[in-house]
């Protein structure tokens, strides 16, 4: 049938939806047989990677390109030094880029990518290893790496076969597979994902209490056990975050004195009232090397706006949900 004579899906919302659900079923059989023919390729593919002390540079032309940008972000996230380069521009001058230490990424559904052929005959000449990303084992690409991670042959969920989708789909999914075995290879831990991940509020959380505080914390309101009612109140105004540390004789925490606290207090004789007698003992704390998530949860769980940070027995910070909500760490 001609592309003219092809006929035009019908306006009705079925309609759409079946050919929606069409190509996802395309896509999870794609996935199935992806699974399916995974084999110990992928781990001489690690082996390889880990055993390099340079960068993986990944390269692809066109979709394959674009996928392998993401490819390169997240192997750079979880671990693995690497960083996408367009082949094309290596055929002018960024074949710079690949010091004899590295390892090359190289991604073409059908192998056969004329922008790879220069990269790919460098490597060859100058004794990079390449692990190539491909449907075709036996395309130059395919016969030009030190390990072949073959795709099986699917069809794309394009109906003229053109458009790169079912590929598109495998080739992120066995770049994702490969990223996360070298993750678990490397034992690349959640605190070291958090020193790639500063941004956002997933690397927020990621971060710990002392990253929060920062080189200079403001040093937190503190009060003897023997201040008075008066001067309690003073302390948690001047202080600004709702609270008061309370100190015993050595300097060491007794408790916490907050807004809550006074505002219950006032129920009482405020005649001859100290820090000891309305402070909360014992009170939520924790440590400057904790993940602010831990912070946040404790805080939550407990439905306490503040919480002391201590390090050997002694407050240095005292963490406020409005601070927290002003910086994006909670909605």
Not at 34 to 50: F, H, Q, T, V
Not at 52 to 79: D, E, F, N, P, Q
Not at 85 to 90: G, I, L
Not at 140 to 157: D, H, I, Q, Y
């Amino acid at each position: 049938m001609t592309d003219a004579a092809r006929p035009v899906l019908s306006a009705d919302p079925a309609a759409m939806t079946s050919r929606a659900r069409d190509v996802i079923r395309l896509n999870i059989a794609a996935l199935e047989a992806l699974e399916a023919g995974i084999d110990d390729s992928l781990a001489r593919a690690c082996e390889i990677i880990l055993s390099r002390s340079g960068y993986l540079v990944v390269t692809g032309m066109g979709k394959s390109g674009h996928i392998g940008g993401k490819i390169a972000a997240t192997l750079a996230s979880t671990g693995t030094n690497a960083f996408f380069v367009h082949p094309a521009e290596m055929s002018h001058g960024d074949l710079g880029m690949l010091r004899k230490d590295v390892t090359l990424l190289a991604i073409s559904n059908s192998g056969e990518s004329r922008e790879l052929r220069d990269p790919l005959i460098y490597c060859q000449r100058e004794g990079i290893p390449v692990i190539g990303l491909t449907q075709r084992p036996q395309s130059f690409l395919g016969r030009n790496s030190a390990v072949c991670l073959t795709m099986p042959k699917v069809a794309e969920a394009c109906p003229n076969g053109l458009a790169p989708t079912t590929s598109t789909l495998m080739t992120l999914a066995l770049g994702d597979a490969l990223a996360m075995v070298l993750m678990d290879r490397r034992g690349f831990t959640a605190e070291a994902f958090g020193l790639h991940h500063p941004g956002g509020k997933l690397g927020m959380s990621l971060q710990s209490v002392r990253d929060w505080m920062g080189d200079r914390p403001p040093a937190p309101a503190t009060i003897p056990l023997s201040a008075t009612f008066a001067e309690v109140v003073s302390a948690i105004t001047e202080g600004r975050k709702g609270a008061v540390a309370v100190l015993d004789g050595d300097g060491a925490l007794a408790g916490i004195v907050t807004d809550g606290d006074v505002r219950r207090a006032f129920s009482r004789d405020l005649a001859g009232l100290t820090a000891a007698d309305v402070m909360t003992a014992r009170p939520k704390v924790i440590g400057p090397d904790a993940r602010m998530s831990d912070a946040i949860d404790l805080m939550t769980q407990n439905k306490i706006a503040t919480l002391l940070v201590v390090e050997d027995q002694r407050p240095v910070a005292i963490i406020h949900i409005a601070e927290l909500m002003q910086a994006g760490y909670v909605g």
